[in-house]
């Protein structure tokens, strides 16, 4: 599954960008407060007016603070997926259940930095691992290998049955990156800049599919 990052888009035409990339299984859609992370990008009401301008399902990664408050309503708006930040809240479960109450799936995101086995227990209780494979908050960072041991852990884990859940991953995914990153298991890769960079991106996005698809052996 490739799921292009608007946040590497023109902002100021969200819903052309959109259709450029019509093929793509998600579209990524990131949410910064510029208080969980410094930057600051798009809301709720931006959101809300993507759904109208785009059959693909919106991928929504909140890298905000209090997710519990703030993530349900992209739910209830339409969001296909609505990932939080394991960092961001003491409750994670409850977070977790109040959207898929809202009627999406809920999605689990750590940083590079944030070890993975304090959070194996909870992961039944979502539907996808966002694994950050760089520091959250700005677009364009180099790939960190090393986070792809957290997503063979939990590949290794949904191979075996113990958990039914989708591996995704996001940060410097490219023609470079993709294909370490499949071996690994990941089974979704958002990929920004180097879907939006180049003259056609829905082109873009057949290539990392098929350079994924022939790297991933699981």
């Not at 600051?40 to 007016?49: A, F, N």
């Not at 479960?93 to 194996?120: M, N, Q």
Request: hydrophobic residues 50%.
């Amino acid at each position: 599954m490739i799921a292009p990052s608007i946040l590497s888009a023109d902002f100021a035409h969200l819903a052309r960008e959109a259709g450029a990339v019509a093929g793509a299984d998600w579209l990524h859609v990131d949410v910064m407060d510029a208080h969980f992370v410094p930057n600051l990008t798009i809301g709720l009401p931006v959101v809300e007016s993507l759904l109208k301008a785009t059959e693909i399902p919106l991928d929504c990664h909140l890298m905000i603070e209090d997710p519990g408050r703030w993530a349900p309503p992209y739910a209830e708006a339409g969001a296909h997926n609505v990932t939080f930040h394991a960092e961001a809240t003491d409750d994670p479960i409850a977070v977790a259940r109040d959207i898929r109450a809202a009627g999406a799936k809920a999605g689990l995101s750590v940083k590079p930095g944030t070890p993975i086995e304090p959070y194996l227990e909870i992961l039944r209780e979502f539907d996808t691992l966002l694994v950050m494979s760089v520091e959250p908050g700005f677009g364009g960072q180099s790939f960190i290998p090393e986070v792809l041991a957290k997503a063979r852990v939990v590949r290794n884990l949904v191979d075996s049955g113990e958990l039914r859940l989708l591996v995704e991953i996001d940060g410097g995914i490219n023609a470079d990156t993709i294909e370490a990153a499949a071996e690994a298991g990941v089974d979704c890769f958002v990929a920004g800049s180097a879907v939006y960079s180049t003259a056609d991106p829905g082109a873009t996005v057949e290539k990392l599919r098929r350079q994924a698809a022939s790297a991933w052996v699981h």
